[in-house]
Antibody, heavy 117, light 110 residues
Framework: EVQLVESGGGLVQPGGSLRLSCAAS????????MHWVRQAPGKGLVWVSRISHDATTISYADSVRGRFTISRDNAKNTLYLQMTSLRTEDTALYYC??????????WGQGILVTVSS | QSALTQPRSVSGSPGQSVTISCTGT?????????VTWYQHHPGKAPKFLIS???KRPPGVPVRFSGSKSGNTASLTISGLQAEDEADYYC??????????FGGGTKVTVL
């Protein structure tokens, strides 16, 4: 069974940093592209970032480029999102998502990040 | 990238059909056949419903179908059931390894 479990969320002040992790199991993690998608309270889903299976190709949404860094450790079956210079508008539920040929086929339960003073 | 445009809500009685539209641009929906749809019950993980405009992954009921014309994609739920009450999101590949979602549509079963 495919499982994606996010961790590392919490309350942080504006300008602060946080690192999210996503532990993957039940599939060959090192063969899949992975994404982060977020959902602000009461709002819709927004794509955040993508990393290729071997981390050679990475892309970001304009709203986070230069502040967020996606990475992965295939030996540990773990995806990361390092978030810096956080803003109140980054407050959201962050989902770890598996890619299957341009589709998001499995999603984690999400982890809440709250940016507030 | 601006979000794709979806109606905020649609509703129907059990057994009826409802269609959710998703309007983009020539740079996303109009350019690629990589339109996907997701069902989201609040508090749960989103569920993958449709890939590549109109393909159903294994296990997705046949009452869910997708289509596309020009810059607009659509999701139709035929034979609406109570458990279909949820939020639905479209998504399109937008080039340069980026994706854009719709704002979401709340489906209410009357």
């Amino acid at each position: 069974e495919v499982q994606l479990v996010e961790s590392g969320g919490g309350l942080v002040q504006p300008g602060g940093s946080l690192r999210l992790s996503c532990a993957a199991s039940g599939f060959n993690f090192g063969s899949h592209v992975m994404h982060w998608v977020r959902q602000a309270p009461g709002k819709g889903l927004v794509w955040v970032s993508r990393i290729s299976h071997d981390a050679t190709t990475i892309s970001y949404a304009d709203s986070v480029r230069g502040r967020f860094t996606i990475s992965r450790d295939n030996a540990k079956n773990t995806l990361y999102l390092q978030m810096t210079s956080l803003r109140t508008e980054d407050t959201a539920l962050y989902y770890c998502v598996r890619d299957s040929v341009w589709s998001f086929d499995y999603w984690g339960q999400g982890i809440l990040v709250t940016v507030s003073s | 990238q601006s979000a794709l445009t979806q109606p905020r809500s649609v509703s129907g009685s059990p057994g009826q059909s409802v269609t959710i539209s998703c309007t983009g641009t020539a740079s996303d929906i109009g350019a690629y056949d990589y339109v996907t749809w997701y069902q989201h019950h609040p508090g749960k993980a989103p569920k993958f419903l449709i890939s590549d405009v109109n393909k159903r992954p294994p296990g997705v009921p046949v009452r869910f179908s997708g289509s596309k014309s020009g810059n607009t994609a659509s999701l139709t739920i035929s034979g609406l059931q109570a458990e279909d009450e949820a939020d639905y999101y479209c998504c399109s590949y937008a080039g340069s390894a980026s994706w854009v979602f719709g704002g979401g549509t709340k489906v209410t079963v009357l």
